[in-house]
């Protein structure tokens, strides 16, 4: 068993690729804790503990864990809905830890009984939906501290009571939430070396302290390694099990879908392919842990998970320094961080807010297929004013039965290959088609044949880009979409990312066979011409690999006979 064997091979990128993902996760932690409601110290333990095990555990060789604004904004529900019903935070804390502690088991189980599988069903709709709703989210709870104030906890309260938020203003930390949202976006054009949340939780509170402006600041946050809490869950009793099994229930699976979104998004840029059972183990291990010391529960995080990549973190042990680097700061700097203003805070999570919404779903709202945009916009509108996990519920829901009533429809509209086959030729290894028995060995050695079935759906969108690991080195590409009835939004993003990450390989890319309908989908996004070139749309596969021949010759001076 190699689980605590380490590749050190790289250790150098891994500690740039760790500490730069700690100095980003540092000003997000301590926000996030504020946000939860149980305090700043709450965002450090969860970054540090999570940040740490999740890495070591994991099935993501350079995934980057903390809390995370999708599972930050259902604690800070749990804790508010925990607090008023046992009258205070402090008779509510063991009920609150024993939920984290829950989720993070729930997680290990639906690792252990390999669910993390099945997260490639989730359509794009869905997944844009919800983490739009996440971005409003986070955007509204920021409204009070953005004035100035101290903001209800739940969104229908804080929109009714938004009145309250525009009279009496502290205008002092209007100026510096806007200064820090300033800072995080302009900064970047100066110099991308530093990240623009760490010069902004820097320079603000000094700005704050030199001109005594009075504002709303974190306050105390224990220096010191953190103490352990089993005391608090002493005080539980079976009367408390109906407030604790859903909202875990919420969190693990809002985790485990957070999490295997960023490890997707990491085998993306590192060209590996992550184990999303054992990333689950390694999720639910460290929230566990986590909330015996009194941290928040989190999830893979993307945008810390990039800076790592980016960085040149290569290995786990990346992960494990961004963690370690956090717990050096607490150690020394925790009494400095009692100073940064909580319109700091809110500035930051705006910025973040803004980040989580989809604007790509958006902007194609008008050009991907009606049933998406309705399942996007109402998935959208459930994780704002209903719950999360019931959004993500509907939207499967929705989306189960308008692919079912799709299929109907494609029934009746097409006929069925008699010639079964044809189905065995998947790859360049397999039986060809009936026009491409004449093609020579030699010539499919440059020209990779991709044949396309029936719809590409969000339950085929991910295993399509698996045959990606196997075609470097080829030049040409060809898309056979004559059996390819109709393609939704998750199959025309799984196309794009894939033929983006040939096109970077220096590959050219040709498609035959397109149905009027498909063909109309993918020119409403703009892929033809922006990212295939017109003179390589084919109706006819022939006349595609006779050009093909062509461009062999101009470039080689060789003809590669078929």
Known sequence: MNLFKFNFKYIKDDLFGGITAGVVALPLALAFGVQSGMGAEAGLYGAIILGFLAAMFGGTSTQVSGPTGPMTVVSAVLIATAVSEYGGLENAIGVILLTFLLAGAIQIVLGVLKVGQYIKFIPYPVVSGFMSGIGVIIIILQIFPFFGKASPKKITDI??????????????????????????????????????????????????????????????????????????????????????????????ALGAIDSLLTSVVADNLTKTRHNSDKELV??????????????????????????????????????????LFLLVVLLGLGTLASEIPLSVLAGILITVGIGIIDYKGFRHIRSVPKSDSIIMLIVLVATVFVDLLQAVGIGMVLATFLFMKKMSEMSEEHTTVKNLDDYQNENNNGLKWEDEKELTTDFLKKVYIKHLYGPIFFGFSSSMKNFMGDVEGIDYFVFRFERVPFVDQSGLYALEDIIEDLKKQGAKIFITGLNERTEAQLRKIDFMPSLIEEEHVYDDFDDCIMDIKNEMKKENGILVEG
Do not use: C
């Open 282 to 323: 390694g999720q639910g291990i460290g929230n566990m842990v986590s909330s015996i010391f009194g941290g928040i529960p989190g999830a893979g995080a993307t945008m810390r998970t990039v800076v790592n990549i980016n960085a040149g973190g290569k290995t786990r042990i990346s992960g494990m320094v961004h963690g």
């Open 159 to 252: 929109i009714l009571n938004i009145g309250t938020a525009l009279t009496d203003i502290n205008w002092f930390s209007v100026i510096i939430a806007t200064l820090t949202i300033g800072v995080i976006y302009l900064f970047p054009k100066i110099t991308k070396a530093i990240p623009s949340t760490l010069v902004a939780i820097i320079i603000m509170p000094v700005v704050t302290l030199l001109l005594g402006w009075e504002v709303p600041k974190i306050g105390d946050i224990p220096r010191g390694l953190p103490e352990l809490k089993i005391s608090s869950f002493l005080n539980f009793g079976l009367g408390d099990i109906p407030t604790v099994l859903m909202p875990a229930i919420t969190l693990a």
